[in-house]
């Protein structure tokens, strides 16, 4: 279950969409995410399709990888799909008991479906594309401007990237923990939900435990390297627009403008 | 490069002290700090880097005292600090941004960063990874890292605590042999503070600490000599010094300042 998530995951490839900045990425993706919500016709949805499609294929990442993101929330689409259909009011098109299923539940309820696909096909693209350091400075250049209002986008980005560097770390852990739990006769398979949540206790305590110790270790060891806060503070890597990101930013406006065309004549 | 001048230490549930402490530690040398748990060895290396400050005397980083809170940046910056756990003192996820961190926070510009970041990795031997991910190295790569990110910052002087205590042998000959580099090459003060002895015999000094007091001190061949002294502080000697102690016991007629296999070898053959 743990392995399909792709959200927030990182496929390294070579491609132009890899590239591009992050700050880019994400307000592009911001877009993406409003056009989606925005549009209310088939045609729109074509437009949506062909645009997510071609981004796809610009990445270089297997159709099938990002489609296998969808398998977890695919309970989430069949519900918000289920609500829509039979809750909508509207024109009744099928009955039976208590069961009311109407034409415009039927189209609200495919149309939720559409939008929840194409918004984790948009953000996930947005995640596999971007290696977790670019996208935390991405966000963290984004924030920037809030910092006069007392916004710590340094500090945020920091917390982002220790615990991106620390999930790999934990993940090991945890396996050790429960492997030694299990070899003095633990048991985290079987029983009642209540049960298994009660075996969690002696894997949770431990693997707080050394949570903590190694903050701890983290904060010394950044401050024995002369760590205080992003005042002041350089950068190896640099954010840079390139012209790839004009070609980007043309491309984007394309699809946004051929949305309202089509809004228009339809 | 380091001082420290009657040094006095508790921590503040007084479940530990350090007293009386006097160590003089030259530009350039190399100098193992050995103890077994509970010696206060690794507090001590706290201590120089000013992340515990002392209760009484003074200690002085390259003639800054670490007590005094304008310094302490410069003196972090001038005596660099190697943790025990590999795992817990690399902040970034790929091995280039996490030696880069160092400069980064003393605010050196980019063009800079990148000549010190390639260079560093190049003298650890770790430029091959300079693009991996920091979880996919063994402990020993990722502790050489961790140096590279100290050396980065061009320090005068390197505080290894355990460096090698959660490697494999392989591992920690890598980190040893690195480290005698840095010395002999940069010319860059060591501190090691490790309870392997075979660590201690290419030192240049060793001192000896116990419960919380400086109780020796002096070249690798005077302190393994006291064979008895050592053992009654529950530390190995090295095995060829046992060896050669146990023979002359046995009324054979050979050194028993012997800490080196080839030194054992030499004298074993001008035996008649």
Not at chain 1, 136 to 145: A, F
Not at chain 1, 193 to 202: E, F, S, T, W
Not at chain 2, 23 to 41: A, W
Not at chain 2, 106 to 119: F, G, P
Request: a neutral charge; aromatic letters at 8%.
């Amino acid at each position: 279950m743990i392995r399909d998530i792709t959200v927030g995951q990182y496929y390294p490839s070579e491609s132009t969409i890899h590239d591009l900045d992050p700050r880019f990425k994400i307000i592009a993706s911001f877009i993406y995410m409003i056009s989606i919500f925005a549009v209310e016709s088939i045609i729109g949805y074509g437009v949506v399709t062909l645009f997510i499609v071609f981004l796809i294929k610009m990445s270089k990442i297997p159709i099938k990888y990002i489609l296998k993101g969808l398998k977890p929330i695919m309970l989430i689409i069949i519900f918000a799909f289920v609500i829509n259909v039979f809750f909508t009011p509207g024109k009744v098109i099928f009955e039976y008991r208590i069961i009311k299923v109407t034409s415009e539940g039927l189209y609200r309820g495919f149309f939720m479906a559409i939008r929840l696909v194409f918004l984790i096909i948009g953000t996930s693209l947005l995640t596999l594309t971007t290696s977790p350091l670019k996208l935390t400075d991405g966000i963290e250049k984004l924030l920037n401007p809030f910092k006069k209002i007392g916004l710590p986008a340094h500090e945020l980005a920091m917390m982002m990237t220790i615990s991106l560097r620390f999930i790999p770390t934990l993940l090991e852990e945890t396996d050790k923990i429960m492997k030694a739990q299990m070899a003095r006769g633990a048991d985290f398979e079987s029983g009642s939900i209540v049960n298994r949540a009660k075996g969690l206790i002696p894997l949770l305590v431990p693997l707080f435990i050394s949570a903590f110790q190694r903050a701890d270790d983290l904060a010394m060891a950044m401050e024995a390297r002369c760590y205080r806060g992003g005042d002041n503070r350089t950068q190896l890597k640099v954010l840079k627009y390139t012209r790839k990101d004009l070609i980007g930013s043309f491309v984007l406006i394309l699809y946004v403008a051929s949305l309202f065309a089509f809004k228009m004549v339809w | 490069m380091i001082k420290t001048d009657k040094l006095n230490f508790e921590y503040d549930d007084g479940s530990f002290k350090l007293e009386n402490i006097d160590i003089n530690i030259d530009d350039g040398e190399f100098v193992v700090i050995i103890g077994h748990n509970g010696s206060g060895k690794s507090t001590l290396a706290k201590l120089f880097n000013g992340i515990y400050l002392p209760n009484s005397g003074k200690i002085y980083v390259n003639k800054m005292d670490t007590s005094d809170e304008e310094l302490i940046w410069e003196i972090r910056k001038s005596a660099g600090m190697i943790f025990q756990n590999p795992d817990n003192q690399i902040v970034a996820t790929i091995v280039e941004d996490d030696v880069a961190f160092g400069p980064e926070n003393l605010a050196i510009e980019r063009s800079e960063i990148r000549n010190r970041v390639d260079k560093s990795l190049k003298t650890v031997g770790m430029f091959d990874y300079i693009n991996k991910p920091t979880t996919s190295l063994s402990g020993g790569q990722k502790q050489r890292v961790a140096i590279a990110g100290i050396l980065a910052m061009q320090p005068k002087c390197i505080i290894l605590d355990e460096p090698t205590a959660m490697l494999d042998p392989v591992g920690r000959k890598d980190v040893m042999r690195t480290i005698h580099k840095l010395n002999k090459e940069e010319k860059i003060t060591i501190v090691h503070i490790t309870h392997f002895m075979n660590e201690a015999v290419d030192a240049d000094r060793i001192i000896v600490m116990d419960q919380g007091k400086k109780i020796m001190e002096g070249t690798p061949k005077e302190i393994f000599s006291r064979v008895k002294d050592v053992r009654n502080l529950g530390l190995d000697v090295p095995q060829v010094t046992l060896l050669a102690h146990m023979l002359k016991d046995e009324g054979i007629n050979i050194d028993d300042d012997i800490i080196k296999i080839d030194e054992m070898v030499e004298k074993l053959c001008q035996l008649k």
